[in-house]
C-alpha cells in the first residue's frame, strides 16, 4: 500500500486526535503496575548477567560455557533494548528514580549516552524516515531509497549492511559524528570532541569485556574473553535485526522535506504509522525486542511504557482500520524478507519513486512536529 491520498486534511486530524486520546488514556493512568513490570526486568537483566558471569568463570565445561554466554547474551540484550533504549526515552521518568532517569542513565554500549539522544530521539524520531534528514535511513553507509543517490559503492550493499549487523553497536557510536557534514556546517574541532567522548566510553566499555572479566577468571581467561565476545555479537546481531525490521520492510515508505512542510500534529503521527513496521511474536519475544516488535506504537509513543505498546497496538490496528490506513505488521521472517529484499533492491540502481502524501500548496512553509 503507497500513501494514503484518499484523506483529507480534516480525516487526517482527526485521525490525529483519536491517537492523542490513545496516548492520554495510557499516560494517565501510569502506576504500580507499571513500576513493578520495569523493577522486574532490571532484576532479570542483573541475576542474568551475574549468573552468566560466574557461569562463563566455569568455560572449560561446554554446557557452562554456553550457558553463561546464552545468560550474559540475555543480559546484555534486555539492557540495551528493554532497559536502556527505553530509559533514556524518558518512559520511566515519571517513578523520578535515579536508577532509571534518562538524564543521567548510561547504557551498556560504546556509544555515548547524549550522542544516541541526539541522534536517536531527536533526529529520527522527529524526522522519521525524512531522506537527508533522517540519518537512520542507511546509517549514513546503506542506501535504503530511490531517493538517496545511487554508487557503485552500494554494489556491495549486502556484504556491508551484515558487516554493520556484526558491529553494530560500533556503527550506532559513530553515528552522531555525521561526517557527510564535515567541513561544511560542522567542524572538525567539533568532530574532535565528540570522538574523544566516543574514544572514553568505548575504552571503559572494551576494558569491562575484554580484559577485566577474562583476567578476573585467571587461567579461564581465555573461555571468558570468548564468551564476551559472543555475547556481544549476539546483542548486536539481534538488535540490528529488530530495528530494521521496524523501519526498511519493502512496505515502510520514505519521505521527502517537500512532502513534510508544514506538517501538523496529525501528519506527523501518519508519517510515524508509514515508516515503521511491527513484529508478531510471544510476550517474552516482545520484552526481548524492547517492545520495539511494536514500532508502530513507540514511534507514536516514544515516552510511553514499552510494555503498554501490548495494550494499545489493539486500538491503533482498529483505528487505521477505520481510516484505510495501512498497518504494517507480521511475523519476524515476513518482515526480515521485506528488509533483504530492500538491501538487494537498493543496491542496484532505481529510478526516483515519489507518490505524496497529500497536495502541497506552494505558500507551505518548512515546520516540523515534534516527537511526543
Partial sequence: MGKPTHLSKADIEAFGREIDAVRDEVMNDLGERDASYIRNIL????????????????????????????LLSLSKILENMEIGHNVMHGQWDWMNDPAIDSATYDWDNTCPAHQWKHSHNYMHHTFTNIVDLDRDVGYGILRMSEDQPWRVAHLAQPL???????????????????????????????????????????????LKDYLLFPALAGPMFAPVLAGNITANLNRNLWSFLIIFCGHFTDEVEMFDVEETRDETRGQWYLRQLLGSSNLTGSVPFHILTGHLSYQIEHHLFPDMPSHRYREVAPKIQEICQRYGLNYNTGP???????VVKRILRMSLPHRRKRNTLEPKTSADAPAYAQAA
Avoid: C, N
Fill in 332 to 338: 519476524l521472517t515476513k518482515q526480515f524478507g521485506g
Fill in 160 to 206: 556491508t549492511a551484515a558487516t554493520l549487523a556484526t558491529f553494530f553497536q560500533w556503527g550506532v557510536a559513530l553515528h552522531d559524528l555525521e561526517v557527510e557534514r564535515l567541513g561544511k556546517d560542522k567542524t572538525f574541532k567539533e568532530a574532535a570532541l565528540q570522538l574523544r567522548e566516543i574514544w572514553g566510553k568505548a575504552r571503559k566499555q572494551v
Fill in 43 to 70: 532484576k532479570t537483566q542483573r541475576y542474568s548477567e551475574v549468573a552468566g558471569r560466574a557461569l562463563l568463570m566455569a568455560g572449560l565445561l561446554p554446557p557452562a560455557w554456553v550457558a553463561g554466554v546464552g
